[in-house]
């Protein structure tokens, strides 16, 4: 059974230009969340969705990040414009939780993204 | 702010003894605490959690231990395996945050032959 997939795996834009992360959570989960990896900050949690609905979004740095979800099996985090302080590791991960997101959250491979 | 905080950025053990990775938090209303695990290329994978109501909770060869009062949770892992040479992370969450996990910044952890 496959987990939580992300698309591309790596990514190399220019400055200025749109970027566009995609992820596929596990079926059956209600719960999906953006991450950031730094070196600076670690695992940054951006954004998370529960039942396709975005419930907290404090930690998108700016208006250039936006993320939607418009099923349950497809969510998007976009970037535009970039710019060379957004390269790091993006992270999806999904979770099932009738109580909260207090459990196991699965994560996919992540998204390397690298603005020149 | 960083409010859970692993301040080792790295270890090295050698095989067979016993590894020890630190976290400590600074919100008293986190109420889950969890570990996970990470090689090189790929998502974090969950590892052990453990409940504000407990102090211990044990998994084969990983235990967590939680020191409410000091605001600290500890990992032990033995006996330590090559295979355990990962970067750690720890990471707790709140309910009256949405329960959304915050991370520490990570342990790096090598075992030695």
């Known amino acids: 059974d496959a987990g939580v997939i992300q698309s591309p795996r790596h990514e190399v834009t220019e400055m200025g230009q749109e970027v566009t992360l995609r992820c596929k959570p596990i079926?059956?989960?209600?719960?999906l969340f953006w991450y950031r990896q730094t070196m600076m900050r670690g695992l940054e949690l951006l954004i998370y969705?529960?039942?396709?609905?975005?419930?907290?979004d404090s930690g998108m740095p700016e208006d250039r990040f936006s993320a939607k979800m418009p099923n349950a099996s497809f969510s998007t985090l976009k970037i535009q414009p970039s710019e060379p302080r957004d390269s790091a590791v993006y992270f999806c991960?999904?979770?099932?939780?009738?109580?909260?997101?207090?459990?196991?959250?699965?994560f996919g491979e992540g998204s390397r993204l690298t603005v020149l | 702010d960083q409010q859970v905080k692993q301040n080792s950025p790295s270890l090295s053990v050698q095989e067979g003894r016993i590894s020890i990775l630190n976290c400590d938090y600074t919100?008293?209303?986190?109420?889950?605490f969890l570990w996970y695990k990470k090689y090189p290329a790929e998502g974090p994978t969950f590892l052990i959690s453990?409940?504000?109501?407990?102090d211990k909770n044990e998994d084969g060869r990983f235990t967590v231990f939680l020191n409410k009062s000091a605001k600290h949770l500890s990992l032990h892992i033995v006996p330590s395996q090559p295979g355990d040479s990962a970067v750690y992370f720890c990471?707790?969450?709140?309910?009256?945050?949405?329960?959304?996990?915050?991370f520490g910044k990570g342990t790096s952890l090598l075992v030695t032959p």
């Open positions: 453990i409940s504000s109501i407990k």
């Open positions: 079926s059956g989960h209600d719960y």
């Open positions: 919100n008293s209303m986190f109420d889950y």
């Open positions: 991960a999904s979770s099932f939780g009738s109580r909260g997101p207090t459990g196991e959250l699965f």
């Open positions: 969705f529960n039942n396709n609905v975005p419930i907290d």
């Open positions: 990471a707790a969450s709140a309910a009256n945050s949405g329960y959304a996990l915050n």
